[in-house]
């Protein structure tokens, strides 16, 4: 049990740290089909997610994560294509940081939300100019950022936000990741 800044006890139970169940998901366009979307396709599939198209520069990358994923989607390389869909709404971009924000600018233009991963951009300037791209359009843009939704960081955000363990003024979290799939000659060791 916790105990809050008047004594009373705060049954951890009583917080609310699920995500919010979506009733109808928009359909999912995967664009770039590596490693990491393998984590991405669990959670889209645990959550009751429809990933429609797997998009990847090689076939058999996006028809690899089709496969083992969602079967009935389409494998392609043709990101005009997938982007022209009436049943895509939101577009998970995986992507290397170099390629990726052209592909976000892509969606947006196609009048797709996007889901970017980390880092955005390493320009801060182009990212201020996809973010006034997405709020001209009246799109969500979002950046993936690993653990944001975990269970007990959700749960803390939630206790503070109803006030239930006093003010805060500061906070220290750590949360420790296995990098290893990225290690040595990844792309991202050479971000500065």
């Known amino acids: 049990m916790l105990t809050g800044m008047d004594s009373t006890c705060i049954d951890p139970r009583d917080i609310?740290?699920?995500?919010t169940a979506i009733a109808d998901p928009?359909?999912?366009?995967?664009v770039a089909c590596g490693g990491i979307t393998r984590a991405h396709c669990q959670a889209y599939a645990a959550a009751g997610y429809?990933?429609?198209?797997?998009?990847?520069?090689?076939?058999a990358t996006a028809e690899a994560r089709r496969d083992e994923f969602y079967p009935h989607a389409t494998a392609t390389t043709d990101l005009a294509a997938?982007?022209?869909?009436?049943?895509?709404?939101?577009?998970?971009?995986a992507a290397h940081p170099d390629a990726r924000p052209a592909l976000i600018r892509a969606a947006l233009e196609a009048g797709k939300h996007v889901l970017s991963q980390k880092p955005f951009v390493t320009d801060l300037d182009l990212g201020e100019e996809l973010c006034q791209l997405a709020e001209q359009r009246g799109l969500k843009l979002a950046v993936n950022q690993n653990?944001?939704?975990?269970?007990?960081w959700q749960w803390t955000r939630n206790a503070v936000a109803a006030g239930l363990i006093g003010p805060v003024h500061s906070c220290n979290f750590a949360l420790s990741w296995d990098h290893n799939?990225?290690?040595?000659?990844?792309?991202?060791?050479r971000v500065q």
């Open 26 to 30: 928009p359909g999912i366009a995967l």
């Open 16 to 19: 609310s740290y699920r995500p």
């Open 50 to 59: 429809q990933v429609r198209v797997m998009c990847d520069l090689d076939l």
């Open 147 to 152: 653990g944001r939704w975990a269970p007990h």
């Open 82 to 93: 997938s982007l022209a869909r009436d049943d895509i709404a939101i577009v998970d971009i």
């Open 181 to 189: 799939g990225v290690a040595d000659n990844s792309p991202f060791n």
